[in-house]
């Protein structure tokens, strides 16, 4: 399970500071994101359709796949990560959307939904790497975190 573990912190370590860096961007004003803007709608609509799709595409995958020990290799390992950050865009795209009255609100809301994305991202990447290695010499026969064979 090591080597599951640092996958997951890695991910989880690059979403934080994708969300630092959106954060400190939109609160220097580099970037610029107004309450109640076209702009900030769009973005958490967006956000939160990222995130739903990212939901119906493991429901669907994870059912209609094959039980297999691969699938539940990669479910352990990044899935569930994945399946976090696209269920948080999707709650704070919709939590800032409905209460966007003040700037820090939303510049927090906007970098939280950037981080929870990321997560997303790299969890279905990881997810994806781990499922197709699996059943190649060296994937699922070393087990998580197993030392390779000499």
């Known amino acids: 399970m090591r080597r599951c573990f640092c996958y997951l912190l890695a991910l989880v370590l690059g979403s934080l500071a994708l969300g630092g860096l959106v954060f400190a961007l939109l609160r220097t004003g580099v970037l610029a994101l107004t309450p109640s803007s076209p702009a900030a709608l769009v973005f958490f609509g967006l956000a ?3 995130g739903l799709s990212g939901l119906l ?5 994870v059912l209609r796949a094959d039980r297999t020990p691969a699938l539940a290799d990669a479910w352990l390992c990044c899935g569930e ?3 976090a950050g696209a269920l948080g865009a999707l709650l704070t795209a919709l939590i800032a959307v409905l209460s966007a009255s003040s700037g820090v609100g939303l510049e927090i809301g ?4 950037c981080a929870f994305l990321a997560l997303m ?3 279905i990447l990881c997810f994806l790497r781990r499922y197709v290695t699996a059943g190649f010499p060296g994937g699922w026969g070393r087990g998580c975190g197993a030392r390779p064979p000499p």
């Open 110 to 113: 906007a970098a939280l939904c």
């Open 81 to 83: 990560a994945s399946a």
């Open 121 to 123: 991202a790299g969890g």
């Open 57 to 61: 595409a493991y429901l669907l995958g």
């Open 48 to 50: 939160a359709l990222a």
